[in-house]
C-alpha cells in the first residue's frame, strides 16, 4: 500500500473521508464514512454556497461531514436505547444533575475510562444521598 492508498482506522473508530469539488456555478461536497475494515458506514453528498472558493468549500465540506459524524453518534444512541427497552432521555438542569456534573468535572480528557460497581468515587459519595 503506497502512501496515497487510503488508510483504514484503528479498531473501533470510524475514518471519514471529505472532499470539496468547486464549479463556475457553485460548490458541492462527498463525505464517506468507513470502518477498520473498510466497510462503508455512511455517506452524504450535496451543494455548498462559496462563490469559487476553495478553502471555503473545503471547510463547509467538513462541517457537512461533522453533521454526518454527530447524526451517526444519535442514530447509535437511539440504536442502544432501544436494545435496552424501556429507555427516557431527559435534559435536565445541571442543579438536578450535579453528581454526574461532578464527576465529569473531576475526568481531564487524557483520563482513562474507568467503572464503578459498588462503591463510588470519593468525587461523587457526599452528592449520592442529597
Known amino acids: 500500500m503506497s502512501g496515497r492508498d487510503w488508510e483504514p482506522p484503528p479498531q473501533n473508530v470510524l475514518k471519514c473521508n471529505v472532499d470539496a469539488a468547486v464549479f463556475a456555478d457553485g460548490a458541492s461536497y462527498g463525505a464517506v464514512v468507513r470502518d477498520q475494515s473498510c466497510n ?4 452524504r453528498s450535496g451543494s455548498v454556497a462559496c462563490n469559487q472558493d476553495p478553502l471555503l468549500a473545503e471547510s463547509l465540506a467538513a462541517k457537512e461531514a461533522l453533521t454526518l459524524l454527530a447524526g ?5 444512541c437511539v440504536s442502544i436505547a432501544r436494545g ?11 442543579t438536578a444533575n450535579q453528581v454526574a ?7 481531564d480528557s487524557s483520563f482513562v475510562s474507568k ?3 459498588i ?3 470519593d468525587c461523587i459519595v457526599g452528592l449520592l444521598n442529597v
Open 119 to 121: 462503591i463510588p468515587p
Open 72 to 76: 451517526l453518534v444519535v442514530k447509535q
Open 40 to 43: 462503508f458506514v455512511a455517506a
Open 84 to 94: 435496552i427497552g424501556d429507555v427516557k432521555v431527559l435534559h435536565v438542569k445541571r
Open 101 to 107: 456534573h461532578v464527576l465529569a468535572r473531576v475526568t
Open 115 to 117: 467503572s464503578w460497581d
